[in-house]
């Protein structure tokens, strides 16, 4: 029986032109009949009770949470992406096959010479449970400790949305400008129940988000600096990728944060980080791999958790 990867056709289009919010494109920052707000939950978090949250109308558990952060904040999370979480003690990466004698710091090489170092060639570590591509799937063996702070950060979004997780397991994925990410759903987790929260930084993408196959026609929409998107419910086994990441969009409060030597990580390291950003795209994919809390206590007992991932329909 013939199928028509209905997603495919979409992405190609939106890869190579419709880049503007209008009729098609979902931009929250513009009025839609395809969106409405709500409410952050009644125990979020304070820092982020004002926060701007969205829902899409008929698709259950997606939530977008407009930049909940300071300037500063941004940077923040950006240097951490960039420097602490490159470091080969706190992550795999792409360079472990092909730059293993460059993986120590990074960041501090780029600083020193940038046109010449391996961050250039970064495009994803992973942190926690560590994602393994080959075999789409998480390893007992072959795990770090998740950063705390990014932890605190994934649990506070979680809980402000009212759909918790236990973050165990982080892609953080580097775009450089007009790259993109096919369309994939998220299964290897066992615990397919908490949501999956996505935090970008730097330039503005058009995000794809399809259905339970391909066969679905994908909803696309912008994605700036400091959002927050939400992959819970029935969004969790979605289709969803990156169409394009788009050149010359990144937020001018980024530079003139770091110029202000905000964020008291040393002025001058937040303003590579700023310059970083004017020309990348951070996106860190923070989730919960197995059910209760617990599960990974016994080797043994998480490794047979660990084989029993999911697996998304690819026929639909
Ligand atoms: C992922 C992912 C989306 C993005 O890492 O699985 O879907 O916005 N990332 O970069
Ligand atoms: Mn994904």
Not at 170 to 185: D, K
């Amino acid at each position: 029986m013939p199928t028509t990867d209905v997603y495919r056709e979409a992405e190609k289009r939106w890869r190579h032109s419709l880049q503007e919010p209008g009729e098609e494109l979902i931009d929250f920052e513009l009025a839609d009949d395809r969106v409405r707000r709500v409410d952050v939950a009644a125990d979020a978090p304070d820092w982020l009770r004002g926060a701007q949250l969205y829902a899409l109308c008929g698709v259950d558990g997606f939530r977008f949470l407009r930049c909940p952060f300071s300037p500063e904040e941004e940077l923040r999370w950006s240097h951490a992406a960039l420097a602490a979480w490159t470091e080969p003690e706190a992550s795999e990466s792409n360079l472990d096959l092909t730059h293993a004698g460059e993986r120590g710091a990074l960041w501090a090489q780029h600083e020193a010479a940038p046109s010449s170092s391996a961050l250039r060639h970064l495009s994803w570590v992973t942190l926690g449970y560590h994602y393994q591509w080959s075999e789409r799937r998480y390893d007992e063996a072959r795990r770090s400790p998740f950063p705390p702070a990014l932890g605190a950060l994934g649990a506070d979004l979680g809980r402000a949305v009212g759909q918790p997780l236990r973050p165990e397991a982080a892609i953080v994925n580097y775009y450089a400008p007009r790259s993109s990410m096919g369309g994939h759903c998220d299964d290897a987790e066992p615990c397919q129940d908490a949501p999956i929260v996505s935090l970008s930084f730097g330039l503005s993408a058009t995000f794809l988000l399809g259905g339970p196959s391909r066969h679905a026609a994908p909803l696309a929409m912008r994605v700036r600096s400091g959002d927050v998107v939400v992959q819970g419910g029935a969004s969790r086994g979605c289709y969803h990728g990156v169409a394009r990441v788009l050149r010359g969009t990144a937020p001018a409060r980024l530079r003139e944060a770091a110029s202000a030597g905000g964020g008291g990580g040393g002025g001058d390291d937040l303003r590579g980080v700023a310059e970083w950003l004017e020309r990348g795209r951070i996106n860190i994919n923070v989730r919960q791999v197995g059910p209760e809390a617990g599960w990974d206590e016994d080797p043994d007992a998480a490794a047979a958790v660990l084989a029993g991932g999911r697996r998304c329909r690819d026929d639909g």
